[in-house]
């Protein structure tokens, strides 16, 4: 009777630590069923907050760029962005002066026609690997918060 007792106890715990090992390996940012299609070379790939999450956090360095103006980034950003103020010509042009046009860059703005227009400028300043992310209110914010500490 001992010995029947002793495999269930067994059995339970090796279960429990499967479970637990099943479940500890899966991100609650990154969920494992992510998939991420790469743009073809002048095209721009439309992705969500999920997929975005999965390539800040996958093996390639890639920039999040938010295109919005200086007092909107000011006022909260998705961690990790950079500024790309597109309203200022100036600067949107220095900026792109700056960038590695064969690394992936993906845009975000205040809504989705300026995110698409921005991606298009990429495009068409030569970078290979754009990704059009929209704008924070198509989002789960869980994947990509907004940094609000400039807020006043």
């Not at 969920?31 to 721009?44: C, K, L, M, N, Q």
């Not at 103020?85 to 992936?104: G, I, K, V, Y």
């Amino acid at each position: 009777m001992d010995a029947v007792k002793n495999g269930r106890q067994r059995f339970a715990l090796v279960i429990c630590m499967a479970a637990a090992v099943l479940l500890g390996s899966c991100s609650k940012n990154e969920p494992a069923d992510v998939v991420v299609p790469r743009p073809e070379s002048g095209t721009i790939e439309k992705i969500d907050s999920r997929q975005g999450r999965a390539l800040l956090d996958g093996d390639r360095r890639v920039l999040l760029l938010d295109v919005r103006t200086l007092r909107e980034y000011m006022l909260g950003h998705v961690v990790g962005a950079q500024i790309g103020d597109m309203a200022d010509q100036e600067r949107w042009d220095f900026r792109l002066s700056e960038l590695d046009r064969n690394e992936p860059v993906m845009v975000y703005c205040r809504d989705a026609k300026c995110s698409n227009e921005a991606a298009e400028l990429l495009v068409e300043a030569g970078f290979k690997e754009v990704y059009d992310l929209g704008y924070p209110g198509m989002w789960d914010s869980k994947y990509l918060p907004i940094d609000k500490r400039g807020k006043s």
